[in-house]
């Protein structure tokens, strides 16, 4: 498909690894003064001063994280930037440079390339972080990117998965489910299109949800939110696999249990439709959905007045004593147990 | 070749990601105080204190990068480490901590990654670094890795490439060509492998530079020892593409011209025998064959006298005006232009 959209195609081995990456990075600005170095020595040198570094590190990779026939390259260039970003957000941290690495094959020509990159571009710009290096090499099949975002915190502002205490609030931002249908939605058209490539879908009707799963945000707005109302949350985690394995994670790490109340998911208008008209429970899709990331967190109960009327927050549980384990509370008032990979195992339960 | 390896296969799917992270990485032990949190959560945390942070990355394909029909997985573990490790020893850097990120096809057992991160915490260990994150996502062809290193350093004591001054002495350390006739003896047997697999090669007249092919020593004391002699580099550089190419990278960064003097080239016996069995020029091997991952460097003339006796470190050259061009000074005394990718135009120059 990547072929078909580009009347020029420049082949990447004219321009042999170094052009290449001076080509796609020469419009990259730097706006960190922390970045001493960026791209074009050995290394980058960064200045963190008194803060603390933060690093992670995601992998992407063709046809297992993205499917390029309905990704447009300067989405996923965008959305791999997203989801290493995520990871220093769920930090309470300040994502400042990041470094991309690709693998891509010889099908891929220049300008989708530039795509990418233009993408990526969108991303710094718009998240205020720097591109300081990388890696270009090719790939015997398809397209994999490789992200490391650093980013920097005051020490005592650093959040932990494995700090939550019994009693604290479940807080989560923005709404769940929703990456996960914008999917499904992607899906099926693909396979109409397949059989029809005529046809011309009207997608308005999902909009929201597609583009939660191809033109993700990460929640930067969140840890100067918190600092704003002057909560420093007790844990946090970022929703990357869908609610219940990131509620597992905190609380296995934070050596805690856990309420989490099924009426206080917050979901979309539209991730509720459209679960409907996949016969699925949009509960089940919120819980085990994943690639929302949005931030999962706890507070302590005194902090309940600062964050209780807030638009972008949600209270959607409590953390009780390890030993009380992990429930989901039902619509109903029904205990279920919460589970990892929530998707089969969870419908068992609710036909329970 | 790897499944005949095992006796025992036990597949990775087996684990999830989670529990995969955590089996190949259970025995890394955090050696830096620095290294406020390491693998098991959003992000790692590192403290640079008064220190500025190198930052580099370096991804390797299966069959572009390495073979695994005679790389061992140890050895690939070890060696991805080291290709990263040394440019931060390039910046005149300590190295202190490692992400490492690998996408990887179902055919690999689990033993397979096993012993790939036993390499890994052979490097980890004898380097002193620390593995304090990465991603481990499935592939589908192959393996890939890709290696996140930092580092840490004064900032006075960082080296950059633009650096270089006209009358610099031009310095490297240990010998070069070794890591790419290591390459051609390995492709050789393979080439007699598969035509008698039952031979058994004798290969201990190439174990050198065998060795440094499959697994190189990134330079560690290098600055170490520069440290020690009071010589700090006016540039610096690691040789990863061979000597020409990394030569023309200084110069042009650096605005100069220089002088390369073939005799001064350092060579192994091994690399001169095994270049006249190949019917190669050694001299060519050395500029253009990489891979060597030793350490490139200019220093002031007024630090001859530190350098001029040290077994680890030849004098090869002399920087010079820019408009004087980049030139390699021949065992006949006739001057030849430096050539980026020099080994088809350069073995046209010979010829001239």
Not at 39 to 55: N, T
Not at 72 to 89: A, E, I, Q, R, T
């Amino acid at each position: 498909m990547i072929e078909d959209k580009n009347p020029q195609r420049t082949s990447i081995s004219q321009l042999g690894e170094f052009g290449l990456i001076e080509h796609l990075t020469k419009n990259f600005e730097i706006k960190h003064s922390s970045t001493i170095k960026g791209i074009g020595d050995d290394a980058a040198v960064i200045d963190f001063k008194d803060k603390k570094a933060i690093v992670t590190t995601d992998l992407l990779v063709e046809n297992v994280h993205f499917d390029l026939s309905y990704m447009p390259l300067k989405h996923l260039g965008y959305k791999s930037v997203m989801v290493n970003l995520s990871d220093v957000y769920a930090m309470n941290a300040k994502a400042t440079q990041i470094t991309v690495s690709i693998a891509v094959s010889n099908r891929f020509p220049l300008e989708a390339l530039e795509e990418l990159y233009a993408g990526i571009k969108h991303a710094c710009d718009l998240y205020e972080v720097d591109l300081i290096g990388g890696d270009t090499t090719s790939s015997n099949k398809g397209l994999l990117i490789t992200v490391t975002a650093l980013g920097e915190a005051n020490q005592e502002d650093i959040v932990y998965r494995n700090t939550a205490k019994s009693n604290d609030l479940l807080v989560v931002s923005g709404d769940l489910g929703g990456a996960y249908l914008g999917l499904q939605i992607l899906e099926r058209e693909k396979e109409v299109f397949k059989v029809n490539p005529q046809n011309q879908p009207d997608l308005d009707m999902y909009s929201y949800i597609i583009e939660r799963q191809l033109k993700p945000e990460a929640r930067k707005d969140i840890p100067e939110l918190l600092k704003k109302l002057e909560v420093k949350p007790t844990a946090m985690i970022d929703i990357s696999d869908g609610l219940s394995s990131e509620i597992i994670h905190l609380c296995k790490q934070s050596k805690v249990g856990c309420n989490l109340y099924e009426d206080k998911i917050p979901l979309d208008p539209q991730v509720i439709s459209t679960s409907e008209e996949f016969n699925l429970s949009s509960t089940t899709v919120a819980l085990s959905g994943g690639e929302d990331y949005e931030l999962l967190f706890t507070v302590a109960q005194e902090d309940f007045p600062k964050i209780k009327a807030n638009p972008h927050l949600s209270i959607i549980g409590h953390m009780t004593q390890e030993s009380e384990g992990m429930h989901l509370i039902t619509r109903a008032n029904t205990k279920i147990p919460l589970q990892a990979r929530g998707w089969n195992s969870f419908e068992e339960n609710e036909k329970e």
